[in-house]
């Protein structure tokens, strides 16, 4: 890979894809119109939520930190019919659908970069 | 020192998306529509590519999708024979309205009162979105299947191509007022209300021509065929994608290649800029739709300019917000960003 001459625009986060669970339209998004007030949900439950809430954005924040710990790094992977192949890990899309690497070590020989299916994957695991 | 251009993706469909429309500027900014093969077309804030929702009941490819001026309606054109008005702020269907083939075209006139439509079955229909039970006014004479209709000169008229042609048709009348015949397949066509341009593509060549008379005003030729182009709302640019999967930026007045872009995985089918001309969209075969910023290294959306003195790890609010965001909006969108993205990651190619 070559190393760009100038330096990329920097962002502030990535734009937020569907969520994977409903159609969207958040009800208490920008453009909700105006409701009557709902009657409020007792204590325990909303905080039960909240903590719940907490914890998914506290395993997802582990997790992309994971990721981002990987980059460069040899990693070894685990797909389906105990086939196991290493490579450098470079990066992932969006979605997390499918990992970027190089130096791809495969029975039949090495692929110097390769896109690996998340699908195609059943565990990986590297040292830091 | 020049900045490379970091385009968004946004991803979410999973088939070639084929066709995309930014609203009007509204209150709260404005917004995107992507029509998709996988019949699911999307809406999405404007500025930022975030996903709003997802307009769920098509049961066939979506070709043609639109929005009204304040993005409170939603149309598409989808290969189950069928244009469907939405609810844009609730993502409820409002009305399926039946056809005779494909659709593949849907226009709301400004006052959002009627939709134009156009398809395989190579009719226009007027739809009055008031009394939807009401058949549609039709206008034949398209001698192939409609790719594309526009109203133009403030709904007066109707623009509209197939592979071969394009017609322009007085409302009032439903009679063919001119038409352009071309040799090769017209892929795409984008109508400027301001100064009443009409641009056209087709295989190379990147065409500007008065929506009024149809009369040419002047054209480009890319180095590939072209899918798509859009003209600036100032006309300084206009960016243009096809079948090489690049972006083209051509300076309008000169004709001069600006700059080009890689990115995409497959071939550019839509590209459109947004009201404010901040930014301009492109969707592709790869299934992702990219914003991409006219002015590389401005700060707007998600993009900020870093100055070199500024510590790269700050918490970064978006300089540009719209009237109705919330002070906790803002928050929750600083917080989210613990660390912004830096160029010590592998480079993605732009």
């Known amino acids: ?3 760009p001459p100038t330096t990329t625009v920097p962002v ?4 937020r894809g569907p969520d994977g669970l409903s159609r969207g339209f958040a009800p208490d998004g920008r453009r909700a119109p105006l409701k009557p007030v709902v009657p409020e949900i007792p204590e325990s439950q909303e905080s039960r939520e909240s903590q719940e809430q907490r914890a998914r954005a506290t395993l997802r924040e582990r997790y992309l930190r994971s990721l981002l710990a990987m980059v460069g790094r040899q990693v070894s992977f685990t797909l389906h019919e105990g086939v196991h192949v290493t490579a450098h890990f470079g990066a992932t899309d969006l979605d997390v659908a499918n990992f970027y690497v190089s130096q791809l070590q495969t029975p039949i020989g090495v692929q110097a970069e390769a896109l690996l299916r998340c699908s195609d994957i059943v565990s ?3 040292k830091p | 020192m020049a900045m490379r251009q970091t385009p968004l993706t946004c991803s979410g469909h999973t088939r070639p998306v084929v066709d995309l429309a930014f609203s009007g500027i509204t209150p709260y900014g404005y917004f995107l529509i992507s029509a998709c093969k996988d019949g699911k077309p999307m809406l999405r804030q404007g500025d930022t590519g975030d996903w709003i929702g997802t307009f769920l009941g098509h049961k066939g490819a979506v070709w043609g999708a639109t929005l009204n001026k304040d993005a409170t309606k939603a149309a598409t054109a989808a290969a189950d024979f069928t244009a469907k008005v939405w609810d844009a702020v609730s993502g409820d269907e409002l009305m399926t309205l039946a056809h005779k083939h494909i659709v593949k075209t849907v226009d709301f006139t400004q006052d959002s009162n009627y939709l134009l439509t156009g398809g395989q079955d190579k009719l226009l229909r007027i739809y009055d979105l008031n009394k939807p039970e009401a058949d549609p006014k039709e206008i034949s004479g398209h001698t192939s299947g409609i790719k594309k209709a526009l109203w133009c000169s403030e709904d007066k008229q109707i623009l509209s191509a197939d592979d071969k042609t394009v017609r322009l048709w ?4 439903m009679t063919e007022v001119k038409s352009l015949n071309f040799n090769m397949s017209v892929s795409s066509m984008e109508y400027i209300p301001e100064g009443e341009i009409l641009v056209i593509t087709y295989g190379r060549s990147i065409a500007f021509h008065s929506a009024v008379s149809l009369d040419p005003i002047k054209s480009f030729e890319a180095p590939a065929t072209i899918n798509s182009a859009s ?3 100032e006309k300084e640019f206009l960016v243009a994608g096809g079948e090489d999967f690049k972006l083209y930026k051509y300076d309008y007045n000169s004709g001069e290649e600006l700059e080009s872009y890689k990115g995409h995985f497959g071939p550019i089918h839509c590209v459109r800029f947004s009201p404010d001309g901040e930014l301009y969209a492109s969707g592709s075969e790869d299934g992702t739709l990219r914003l991409w910023q006219t002015v590389v290294g401005k700060t707007y959306g998600l993009w900020k300019c870093v100055l070199p003195e500024e510590d790269s790890g700050d ?3 978006p300089k540009i917000s719209f009237p109705e965001t919330a002070e906790e909006e ?9 660390d912004s993205i830096d160029s010590s990651t592998p480079e993605v190619k732009a």
């Open chain 2, 330 to 338: 803002l928050e929750e969108i600083a917080s989210e960003n613990s």
């Open chain 2, 170 to 173: 007085d409302h009032a009348t």
């Open chain 2, 315 to 317: 918490l970064a609010k």
């Open chain 1, 124 to 126: 990986y695991t590297f």
């Open chain 1, 12 to 15: 502030l986060r990535l734009p």
């Open chain 2, 231 to 233: 003209l600036h709302p």
């Open chain 1, 1 to 3: 890979m070559q190393t």
